[in-house]
């Protein structure tokens, strides 16, 4: 297995990846109106009512809770700016609409275009991007960035584009929060989609970047690990 997954053909792929949507349009198919009426009403809504939920809801799952009252909660303010990366259908971008200003950024419009059916708030600002940039995002003007569910798929190259941009726009006070693949765990291990990553080539990247990493969480979730840096 250890093999496998070094081998080149199990890296993944560059931007025009289609896993988010085919995961995306699953997700369509299962809550298609026949296969809701051939499935239970109670389950339905308890695990299929929001895109994302069935990889776990904050609100129910032990680990999902720590992470939202640790690592988004305390950095909420009502007048802060943040931006979520790859927010899906928004089972994390519901914690951070106290903010004054939340920009919601993503690779894919199909995906921006299913979140706005959750949320479409005044102060939410939804930004198609290239890839790794925040286009239309001022310089120092963030006070808290997020992602959940993205990094975990991206590959080094990607990681480190995308901090080189969070470096632009994060003020000198703000805090980012990452939760990235932890190849260290099986779970991610035995999982294609996660991306060749462990926490110490995470802290090389952002230090590199120019960052200061703050705090780590590596037990808390099976598969992946937490990292907050700011400058």
């Known amino acids: 297995m250890e093999t ?11 931007l025009n990846t289609t896993l988010h949507l085919d995961m995306y349009q699953e997700y369509r198919k299962r809550n ?9 009403v109670q389950e339905f809504r308890h695990s299929t009512q929001m895109y994302g939920l069935e990889w776990g809801d904050p609100e129910v799952h032990g680990s999902l809770k720590f992470v939202r009252d640790r690592y988004v909660f305390p950095y ?3 007048g802060g700016v943040a931006v979520e990366i790859g927010p899906g259908g928004g089972r994390w971008t519901r914690y951070l609409l106290g903010f004054h200003q939340l920009y919601v950024v993503d690779y894919h419009a199909e995906l921006l275009g299913e979140l706005k059916k959750n949320f479409n708030r005044s102060n939410m600002k939804f930004i198609s991007n290239s890839g790794t940039d925040f286009p239309g995002i001022a310089d120092d003007s963030i006070d808290f960035l997020f992602s959940f569910g993205c990094f975990v798929h991206l590959e080094a190259n990607l990681i480190e584009q995308y901090l080189k941009n969070m470096r632009r726009i994060l ?4 805090n980012a929060v990452i939760q990235y693949s932890d190849k260290n765990k099986i779970l991610a291990q035995t999982n294609p989609s996660f991306s060749d990553n462990t926490p110490d080539r995470m802290r090389k990247m952002v230090v590199a970047s120019g960052f200061r990493i703050a705090e780590e969480d590596l037990t808390t979730l ?4 937490v990292i907050r840096f700011t400058y």
């Not at 496998?4 to 560059?14: E, I, V």
């Not at 003020?171 to 703000?174: I, L, R």
Request: no cysteine; proline share 10%; hydrophobic share 30%.
């Open 171 to 174: 003020k000198q006070a703000g």
């Open 76 to 78: 909420v303010d009502p």
């Open 32 to 40: 298609s109106l026949f296969h809701r009426f051939t499935r239970a």
């Open 4 to 14: 496998r997954l070094r081998d080149q053909s199990w890296r993944m792929p560059d």
């Open 222 to 225: 099976p598969h992946s690990s």
